[in-house]
């Protein structure tokens, strides 16, 4: 009950600054250069979105902390925190409640994008089926980097050093998949570390996704990180609001 | 009613409060006193449930704080330090979202918000962002957040604190005008606060309790409590004066401020100092009979204890 009212307040807040308007225009602008530039969308002469949903997790890098740095940090700053901490309302109550509005609003952005769809389904014939789960493995994704940010805020005052921190935690999570790192770790560690490695990464689990295969496995994979990332939110608050 | 009992919040080696115990019933108004960091804020903060005390125990209406954070936190009502508000949200909007925290609904929500818009007279400024309200405005709304859902206990953390004095007057009304039945704990360093509004004052220094007493008791405290100030407007006769004062009967010290010279002695001096100035025909211009100065007993209490 009190968590929807502490996410229609922080959805609220998001629309009432400038900050909503700017990250969605952001948002649709370079997922388009990334599509039609880099994806080469017309140049494939398919009817498919992969060359939209490849590039997601990179323009997620450096978008996502965007949002997520501002949710803790803020409030700490301003003392809001402490207002919000003793309005009778759970700890887990506020800290699932403006995680689902951040993750809501990403999620309108993602929706936003639907001219592409349009698109293709005018130039070709696509299986929507497929775009469908790959929208919806997307907007888990971001869900996972939500997350990690969420708990990168709570660690500090600063939105900046919330940003760098969530940039670079998220940057090890899409690359713990990249052939780069897992190279690094063949043939000296057992075969169960490398793939629990590989596992853990965001493209490992994406890859998949973005050809529209979201399996039940994907599906709680990125479910997981939100639930570990979001605790973890959680333990950190507790642990610094006394600072 | 509330219950403390040996509260303790340690961070690392530094005891910011140390084993505090206190009990208020219904209808008291507890100031808190102290200097800058003396553990007011730290203790406002642990009664609200937002810190975690490193020993003792809290009880607010029937509830252990740390054990039923929700359920104490329903009967309190608390302004943080610096009245913190979203800034990019209208008043109304916030007292809004308050009220829904809150559980007022609908109806009672809408009456409620009424309620606390008039007291607080917050009309004029209800669609304008936060951000663009004055220091004055943004105390009030953050005082309307306070006391929305008529809470039994409420807690101020430094309420006054850059207001004109004005808008200190009309929340020391406000305050005074709250009913009888609920306990209000109000932390500040303006000692004529205490006066003004409480019947109880706590001091603090160094995280402990080095008073607990009635304003009129602190008042008693001082060196100046009954003393007899005497303004003259020629101080030709100064030294003739002050050795007359010296041989009444009851007089310990004369000090001399300004074109005011201060009586010390025996609280019963002002018939004797006025029946001679009478007689002698001092150049008096007034002469009255001091409360005692609540700074001085302030100093005494808090001066030489660790902060």
């Known amino acids: ?243 | 009613m509330i219950e403390v009992s040996h509260l303790t919040k340690a961070y690392g080696a530094f005891t910011a409060v140390d084993d505090l115990s206190f009990k208020l019933a219904p209808g008291e108004i507890l100031g808190f006193l102290g200097p800058n960091g003396a553990g007011k804020s730290t203790t406002m903060k642990m009664l609200t449930g937002f810190l975690r005390p490193s020993s003792g125990q809290i009880r607010i209406c029937g509830h252990d704080v740390a054990e039923n954070s929700i359920a104490a936190q329903q009967c309190i009502g608390y302004l943080p330090e610096g009245a913190p508000a979203w800034e990019e949200m209208t008043p109304l909007a916030f007292l809004e979202f308050i009220a829904e925290v809150r559980g007022l609904q609908g109806e009672a929500g809408q009456q409620a918000i009424a309620a606390v818009v008039d007291t607080m007279s917050l009309t004029p400024v209800l669609q304008q962002k936060i951000e663009t309200l004055s220091k004055g405005f943004k105390r009030r709304v953050g005082l309307a957040q306070a006391i929305l859902h008529d809470p039994d206990v409420l807690i101020l953390d430094e309420p006054t604190d850059g207001l004109d004095p004005n808008q200190k007057h009309q929340v020391r009304e406000m305050i005074k005008g709250l009913s009888k039945d609920k306990i209000v704990i109000v932390s500040t360093h303006i000692l004529e606060e205490v006066a003004a509004v409480c019947n109880r004052a706590i001091v603090l220094a160094g995280g402990r309790i080095v008073s607990d007493t009635t304003p009129a008791e602190l008042f008693a405290q001082s060196e100046y409590h009954g003393a007899v100030s005497i303004t003259l407007n020629d101080f030709s006769r100064l030294g003739e004066i002050s050795d007359r004062l010296l041989d009444l009967e009851g007089v310990s010290d004369i000090r001399v401020e300004n074109n005011q010279l201060t009586v010390l002695g025996h609280e019963h001096l002002f018939r004797a100092v006025f029946s001679m100035a009478q007689t002698e025909d001092w150049p008096v211009n007034a002469v009255h009979v001091e409360q005692g100065r609540l700074d001085e007993v302030f100093r005494k209490l808090t001066e030489g204890v660790a902060a």
């Open chain 1, 1 to 243: 009950m009190n968590m929807t009212v502490i996410l229609k307040r922080e959805l609220r807040s998001y629309f009432s600054t400038p900050i909503a308007y700017v990250f969605i225009m952001i948002f649709l602008v370079l997922s388009s250069v990334f599509t039609f530039y880099l994806g080469n969308f017309f140049e494939r002469q398919q009817a498919d979105l992969i060359p939209f949903f490849s590039f997601h997790p990179w323009l997620y890098l450096f978008l996502v902390p965007a949002i997520s740095m501002r949710l803790w940090s803020e409030e700490r700053k301003t003392g809001t925190l402490e207002l919000l901490m003793t309005l009778q309302v759970s700890r887990r109550d506020i800290v699932i409640g403006k995680f689902l509005a951040a993750w809501l609003f990403a999620g309108l952005a993602l929706v936003l994008t639907f001219p592409l769809w349009v698109t293709v389904n005018y130039l070709g014939d696509p299986d929507n089926g497929v775009i469908f789960a790959s929208y919806l493995g997307s907007w888990l994704m971001a869900g996972g980097f939500l997350a990690i940010g969420s708990c990168m805020s709570a660690l500090t005052r600063s939105q900046v050093i919330a940003f760098v921190l969530c940039g670079f935690v998220s940057l090890l999570f899409v690359m713990a998949g990249f052939p780069l790192v897992l190279d690094a770790f063949k043939g000296w560690v057992p075969l169960l570390v490398l793939d629990a490695l590989a596992s853990l990464s965001f493209l490992t689990h994406f890859n998949a996704v973005s050809r529209g295969v979201l399996s039940l496995q994907d599906f709680f994979y990125f479910l997981s990180v939100i639930a570990v990332w979001l605790g973890a939110t959680s333990i950190v608050l507790d642990m610094k609001k006394g600072e």
